[in-house]
């Protein structure tokens, strides 16, 4: 399946999203937070179903955190994005719809204190066990001691 | 010369502990102690335990995760004990200085005896702060006379 096929799957499913497809095999979704689990599914039954990765960026000015989930199929890369409140980062986890996802899924939780609600295993990855509790090193407002 | 100082200067066994490099350092030191530079001819063995060895071999910034472990490992040496920082992360941190889980260097939770900077250092840099350990030992004589000559002329 070719990269602008997913991204007409995408438009006929779901009118009016914003899908981009800047270059040859890479898509960019742009979708609500609440959109997520369920834009997941829709592109698991299309076939693309592993998860690269997932990063967060901190838009601190803008009080936002954006989240991307890195999905790929067939050297194609597609890119599902969403943006949630710098006061209330709580996402739902995906590992539901994608196992492989909780280990970034853990450590979005660590480095940037975004909450995933209903994870399954909610333990720290990466940070030592004598981390301080609240301290995210990757936010922008994080000051290293 | 005591038996002791024979002892000592017959066997200076290491023990190696990495607190959270990137293994450049390792390979570099464990390429001083295999056959092509062989330091192990001169009786520096590389010990499993910290019970068993003089000199504590560290490579890599301390993290804060490692930090604990590193000050118990050297709690369970015996004295007299030697400390051999190897790389520029065991001597200041490195790269990795002023990183979220950084400490810092080896000296900011032990004190070190002899740094060898580099990154990774060459197996001969690894030999003369050997040598210098064993000079900060006050042994004189053979073990030193031939390891000067290796890490000058490799």
């Known amino acids: 399946m070719k990269s602008g096929e997913v991204a007409r799957l995408i438009q006929e499913r779901y009118p009016g999203t914003d899908v981009r497809v800047p270059r040859e095999r890479r898509v960019m979704v742009y979708i609500p937070s609440g959109l997520l689990i369920e834009m997941l599914a829709f592109l698991k039954d299309q076939g693309v179903t592993h998860i690269s990765t997932i ?9 936002i955190f954006e989240l991307l989930y890195h999905l790929s199929w067939e050297n194609n890369e597609i890119s599902v994005r969403i943006e949630i409140p710098r006061e209330t980062p709580v996402v739902p986890t ?5 196992p492989g996802a909780l280990t970034y899924e853990r450590e979005i939780q660590d480095m940037f204190g975004i909450r995933v609600d209903h ?11 004598n981390w301080p509790l ?3 090193p990757l936010r922008k407002d994080y000051v290293v001691k | 010369m005591g038996l002791i100082d024979w002892a000592k200067k017959k066997s200076p066994w290491i023990c190696h502990f990495n607190t959270g490099g990137c293994n450049a350092c390792d390979i570099e030191t464990i390429a001083a102690l295999t056959p092509r530079f062989d330091l192990e001819r001169f009786g520096i063995l590389l010990k499993g335990s910290p019970r068993h060895a003089d000199v504590l071999v560290v490579t890599g910034p301390v993290t804060l995760q490692s930090e604990e472990r590193l000050k118990r490992i050297y709690d369970q040496m015996v004295e007299p004990k030697f400390v051999l ?4 992360c065991a001597c200041s941190g490195g790269v990795y200085w002023k990183c979220y889980n950084v400490k810092g260097g080896v000296d900011s939770v032990i ?41 000058g002329g490799q």
Not at chain 2, 85 to 88: E, N, P, R, T
């Open chain 1, 55 to 63: 990063t967060a960026v901190d838009r601190i000015k803008e009080n």
């Open chain 1, 94 to 98: 995906v590992t539901a719809v994608l």
């Open chain 2, 85 to 88: 920082a190897i790389g520029v």
């Open chain 1, 134 to 136: 609240g301290e995210y």
């Open chain 2, 111 to 151: 004190p070190v005896d002899v740094y060898v900077g580099g990154c990774p250092p060459r197996p001969s840099e690894i030999i003369d702060g050997m040598v210098q350990i064993l000079g900060k030992m006050g042994l004189e004589g053979h073990v030193i006379k031939s390891l000067e000559g290796l890490a």
């Open chain 1, 119 to 129: 994870i399954p295993n909610p333990e720290k990855l990466l940070l030592p066990d």
